[in-house]
């Protein structure tokens, strides 16, 4: 837990300390001011996990899908499941973040961007992917080695540990473990 964060940083920690499965996410709904409901949900809960708090959260969703759909849609819509997220809305449920094994076991459909990338995405898209991320062509074959044995855990994990020059000796369990180790490296 490191406290709250601002909408301003998110760009930056999206950068430098989310893992691929929410830079992806990420990424897609500044590019497409839209993301389906597996998509909020999956990165919705983590941006909660990663401290933004509720009124920020509106403020970041609704600035990106009220470019697609106009704010009033936004409101009527999308605000609610938002809320909801943070337990303020039904059954006031504090919904938590999805682990690895959840969103690994997932199921995205044609035009969903929800999933895990080294499960879900072809083996071309997730080279270029982890190429961006500025992991080198000899670590790019160990994940690549890890993807083909079904460890996507361990494919992950080896990409933080190449990404960070640092070992993660825990593995990598929970994309807001991912994202907390990352800090507590880069702080
Ligand atoms: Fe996300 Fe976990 Fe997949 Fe890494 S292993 S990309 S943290 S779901």
């Known amino acids: 837990e490191f406290g709250e964060i601002s909408i301003n940083d998110l760009d930056q ?3 430098s300390s989310f893992p691929l499965c929410m830079r992806h996410l990420f990424v897609k709904l500044r590019e497409d001011h839209h993301l389906k409901h ?3 949900m999956q990165l919705g809960l983590f941006l909660k996990g990663v401290g933004l708090k509720l009124e920020d959260a509106l403020a970041f969703w609704k600035a990106e899908f009220s470019q697609k759909v ?3 849609r936004f409101d009527k819509e999308y605000a609610y499941s938002i809320r909801h997220n943070y337990g303020r809305e039904g059954k006031r449920t504090d919904y938590t973040p999805y682990s690895c094994q959840k969103i690994i076991s997932s199921t995205p459909g044609v035009g969903d961007h929800h999933g895990c990338p080294y499960r879900h995405f072809s083996e071309e898209n997730l080279r270029a992917a982890i190429g961006r991320m500025g992991v080198g062509s000899r670590a790019i074959e160990d994940v690549m080695d890890k993807v083909r044995n079904r460890h996507y855990q361990l494919a992950c994990t080896l990409t933080f540990e190449a990404v960070h020059g640092s070992s993660c000796d825990a ?6 473990q991912y994202f907390n180790d990352s800090q507590k490296i880069l702080q």
């Open 13 to 15: 920690l999206a950068e």
């Open 38 to 40: 597996g998509g909020r």
């Open 70 to 72: 106009g704010a009033e």
């Open 171 to 176: 593995g990598i369990n929970h994309p807001n």
